[in-house]
């Protein structure tokens, strides 16, 4: 049997993660047992303290095992730590860290749901492997941690034995992932389909909505955003930003990547694209008018780029959000 260790960790903790793994991977032993077949998971709740508080008190977890308890896992699943203060969370837990080391240096596998990755992060298990989160915090996670290669569009990633999946209920589709792995593809279909997970998704690009990233002091690549947001109908260079703003091309290239994470070109497109979005999700406009709305005139260089921001060509993304427009 595959020991599974779910951590409950103290703060603002996604209960549904915790409960969630809880259910299906044991779910998972009731569809061997149906089948006559003997339980391949033996799971358990681990933890720092028992009766651990969540949800500012509206929910208390006992766990099944303290970390000193558990001498070997085979996986260990960490749940989204939420919060407004992500260094605090970690700092709260950090007596977890040790464990999951020596746990790591002993063949245990781990999987973070979420924001669970800046936890795992934070332990330097993730240095120089892909990583997902979820789109919203993937600036913050940047700054917190260069040196892991986060993947914007991914809902799971894999790195020898390390597994992360994207924002929020994304978490479903790597349990399904997981017990592929180690149940074989026909109980991760039976699981799939009693949970209603839509198997094998791959991507939460079409969820993402680009806010714009202003969380910097650099205050002429503040003045670029607002004007490539003010007009983004219009065609937009870089050497037009650069001329408004009295800086040098290379010099306002530099500072934007390093500003905002996305070079200038990147953010003129994303920008477009939300807009799009947005009207395909409110008008009935058809494709064209919405692409001339946005300050494109060719088709194909709309799609193109459409569907490389959001996993969708335009038109069914329309289809997706906007049932008037499809009756």
């Known amino acids: 049997m595959k020991h599974i260790s779910i951590l409950v960790p103290r703060g603002h903790t996604s209960v549904t993660n915790i409960e969630g793994s809880h259910q299906v991977f044991c779910e998972v032993n009731g569809i061997l047992a149906s089948m006559g077949r003997d339980p391949l998971f033996k799971v358990e709740l681990v933890g720092l ?11 208390t977890i006992d766990p099944h095992k303290l970390i000193n308890d558990v001498k070997k896992t085979d996986l260990i699943v960490i749940p989204a730590m939420l919060g407004n203060d992500i260094a605090a969370s970690i ?6 860290i040790p464990w999951i080391m020596d746990q790591r240096a002993n063949g245990a596998e781990l999987a973070s749901f979420c924001v669970g990755s800046f ?63 180690y149940a074989g ?28 990233q202003k ?48 070079t200038v070109t990147e953010y003129i497109q994303r920008v477009k694209v939300e807009a799009a979005k947005k009207s395909f999700e409110t008008s009935r406009k058809n494709i064209q008018e ?30 997706k959000y906007n049932k008037q427009a499809v009756a």
């Open 119 to 181: 936890f795992l992060a934070s332990t330097g298990l993730l240095k120089g492997k892909q990583c997902a989160t979820h789109w919203r915090f993937t600036n913050e996670f940047r700054e917190m941690f260069p040196d892991v290669n986060l993947v914007d569009d991914k809902i799971i990633t894999e790195a020898d034995g390390i597994y992360t999946s994207g924002g929020a209920y994304s978490y479903v589709n790597l349990l399904a992932y997981l017990v592929e792995r």
């Open 185 to 212: 593809r026909e109980i991760a279909i039976v699981v799939a389909k009693a949970f209603m997970i839509d198997i094998d998704r791959d991507s939460q690009s079409p969820f993402i909505m680009f806010k714009g």
């Open 91 to 96: 700092e709260m837990n950090k007596e977890f």
């Open 290 to 319: 919405v692409m001339y709305d946005v300050g494109y005139s060719d088709i194909k260089a709309f799609r193109t780029v459409f569907k490389k921001t959001t996993g969708l060509s335009p038109l069914e993304y329309r289809n």
């Open 49 to 59: 303290g028992h009766d651990t508080s969540q949800r500012n008190g509206l929910f």
């Open 215 to 262: 969380n910097h002091e650099d205050e002429p690549v503040k003045k670029a955003q607002e004007f490539i947001e003010n007009n983004f109908q219009e065609r937009i260079t870089v050497d037009q930003l650069a001329s408004n703003l009295a800086l040098g091309r290379r010099s306002l290239e530099r500072r934007f990547k390093k500003a905002t994470c996305n």
